[in-house]
């Protein structure tokens, strides 16, 4: 089975600009999850659909930040206008739905912002 | 809200030597805890996982006790490889749906053979 696949890997943004990233979850997953992944603050939630239906949207990243699910085998993350201090990577994952905390991370894409 | 603490890297060892990252935990639930790792180059993949207090976890050699009194959940190996090198990833699952993780900062372990 296809993993996790996340698009593009890299992007390079001027500074207010409007950029989208891509996710495609496990085939049969209903849980999506977009983390924001720094050296300093680690993985932070950004997003958790399941079964399509938003159910956190990460308060702090509420406001540039919208993660959407137009059905349910693809997400995309619009960071709307970027600022240089959202550089770092981001993470798409997802599961079944079932109450595992087993997720399954795509590999990322970094951005940065100049 | 939740939030994990961890050793803060990197962390610097020689193979063959013993590892300890810490990890304590705030929350006002009673979570699931998990080590997750992260190779070069890739996502993160879970290690393992602990549902209930005072229960040990394990995988690869690598293990950690849940200890709900002092809210730790350390993560230890008594030998380490070259191969074991990774970032490692402390985290809890939200008691309602613990698919909803929050991780700590990550701790960088670097071996030299």
């Known amino acids: 089975d296809a993993g996790v696949t996340q698009t593009p890997r890299h992007e390079v943004a001027e500074k207010g600009q409007t950029i989208i990233l891509k996710c495609e979850p496990v085939?049969?997953?209903?849980?999506l999850f977009w983390y924001r992944q720094t050296k300093i603050q680690g993985l932070e939630l950004l997003s958790y659909f399941r079964s399509k239906s938003l159910m956190e949207d990460g308060g702090a990243f509420k406001d540039r930040f919208k993660a959407e699910m137009l059905n349910s085998s693809f997400s995309t993350l619009k960071i709307q206008p970027t600022e240089p201090k959202d550089s770092a990577v981001y993470l798409c994952?997802?599961?079944?739905?079932?109450?595992?905390?087993?997720?399954?991370f795509g590999e990322g894409s970094k951005l940065t912002v100049l | 809200g939740d939030s994990v603490t961890q050793t803060e890297g990197p962390v610097t060892l020689s193979e063959g030597t013993s590892l300890t990252v810490n990890c304590s935990y705030e929350t006002k639930q009673y979570p699931t805890l998990f080590w997750y790792v992260q190779y070069p180059g890739e996502g993160p993949q879970l290690l393992f996982k602990v549902p209930k207090a005072n229960e040990k976890g394990s995988n690869r050699g690598f293990e950690a006790t849940y200890n709900k009194e002092a809210t730790s959940f350390h993560l230890q190996k008594a030998s380490v490889q070259e191969s074991d090198s990774a970032v490692y990833y402390c985290a809890l699952g939200d008691t309602g749906s613990f698919n909803k993780l929050t991780f700590g900062a990550g701790t960088r372990l670097a071996v030299c053979p």
């Open positions: 085939s049969g997953h209903n849980d």
């Open positions: 994952a997802s599961n079944w739905g079932v109450n595992t905390g087993q997720l399954y």
